[in-house]
């Protein structure tokens, strides 16, 4: 009997510890928790009012280094505990979030971003699952690649990265690619005509002439966004040099977290359907170190009871035009 009642405990004790190490184990509960994120459950926030999280505190051009080295399947999953080695705690702003719906319609030139409605190319209200994505992911493209030369004229595009995403949004304030990172993946992508498309070969040769490329990214939910809505701030409220630092993680993502200003203007887009995409600048080669990016970040919202989880493709692009002056982009006559 008692043999038994110790083989109970012992198989008791082993699931507890695996249900309590799985969450954490695929990246879904935050390593780093800042005292603020403790009393957040505490502190009555308006409905208008959210919080953001931010690194306010971090010095200049950090790098993050991994022992094991890069791992496919770490990438953004492995973040939270590589971000640990920033040894800074990150910082949760209450802000205030204009509503798009409400809104004048920003623009690529003014705010650095805008958001459209589209025309899905993948069928008539398909289900997008992690299994089945592929037969998605070129359409996708082709459409993200149209939306973006048909808002800014592009001469041609080419895909930096297309990531579904289906769970574990990052919540936390960021652009995608440092001007390190974009000069480092042009630089690359440049160094060969072997395999390339035409439209990739069109693409080499203006940036070899020097013209004018910008990344941009296109985000689209692939179901109604119910929870973990996207937020974005204006770039005519940020200081692109003092307001953000660059991070670079494992050498191979470069990218940049930003502090929080009580001038920063924030939007978000309630009830975000499949057929609405946001267009966003994150590099722009133009401005001066080419440092000109929309931050953005996920947020802990929602307006339904047991909201399903966040659903999203997003496709990074870089674009490149025949002329460094495009009447639908930012002139980077003034700063902030």
Known sequence: MHSVLQSSFASSFIVAFWLCSLPQFLGVIPSIISPRLLDSTVIDIPENLVELKFYDQLSDHVSIKSESGWNFWKDWRGLNKDLEKLQVAPFLHVIKLQDLRKSKMPTLKDDGFTWITRRSTSGKNPTITPY????????????????????????????????????????????DVSPEGAKAFVEAFTQSFFYKTKEERKFINLIKEGKRYVFINIWMPLETVERDPLALCSTSSVNQAEDSKDVNIRDVERVRY?????????????????????????????????????????????????????????????AVFNSDKVASLPDHARSP
């Open 132 to 175: 089945n994505r592929f037969w998605y992911e070129d359409r996708l493209i082709r459409e993200a690649q149209t939306i973006v030369k048909d808002l800014t004229g592009a001469a041609a595009t080419v895909v930096q990265k297309a990531e579904f995403r289906f769970n574990s949004p990052i919540d936390l304030v960021h652009s």
């Open 258 to 318: 930003w502090k929080h200003t009580d001038k920063q203007k924030w939007y978000y887009l309630p009830d975000q359907t499949r057929d609405e995409a946001f267009v966003f600048i994150q590099h722009d080669s133009k401005a001066k170190d080419g440092r000109f990016a929309v931050p953005h970040t996920s947020f802990k919202y929602h307006r339904v009871e047991n909201p399903k989880p966040r659903k999203s493709f997003e496709l990074k692009l870089v």
